[in-house]
């Protein structure tokens, strides 16, 4: 198992962080969609709290994702001989730019709301980090609304990158998603 990447395939790291982010940002946006269909309010504040622990680790390996790419660069970009490649690779390079900036601002509003409820942001619950502002309803319930607003953008663009991501793969036949598939 290769740690680092190739001009080929990314490396084990970059794999698992792109992975372990994926399964956290749906069961976020799940939880954010649906948690309040939960059975009973104790479901429901564990589905907030999963929700919320989540969004902090989406956050926290965002951020290590990106210091990860200052120590490994990505696996070889196509070089972009022709007006459609460079087109293709300034979409891939703007797309994962929103991504990265969705990943981390998304959970960050959300730490906005909880505060602007005046509750108290549960850090895994290990401890906790007391709000800052006293609950405001109305400016909770408005950055709530951007929250999810952002939260459904990154959805969107998260699938327009998968959708990419199977383009290369069944159109272009080339092997960018096998680059960051698991196993050999």
Sequence with gaps: M?????????????????WVTVLLVVVA????????????????????FVHMSAGLLVVFLTVLRLAWRGIDAAAGDQVADSARARGLLLASRATHLGLYALLIVVPLVGIGVQFARGNALPIFGLF?????WPADRVFARNVKEVHEWLANTL??????????????????RDRTLHRMLPGR
Excluded: C, N
């Excluded at 395939?9 to 794999?15: F, M, Q, T």
């Design 2 to 18: 290769e740690i680092f990447s190739s001009s080929g395939r990314y490396g084990a790291i970059a794999r698992g962080l792109h």
């Design 29 to 48: 946006w799940l939880l954010g969609v649906g948690g309040d269909a939960l059975p009973g309010k104790s479901a429901q504040a564990v589905g907030l």
């Design 128 to 132: 906790q980090v007391a709000s800052p």
């Design 155 to 172: 959805m969107v663009v998260a699938v327009l990158h998968a959708a990419a991501a199977l383009l290369h793969h069944w159109v272009l």
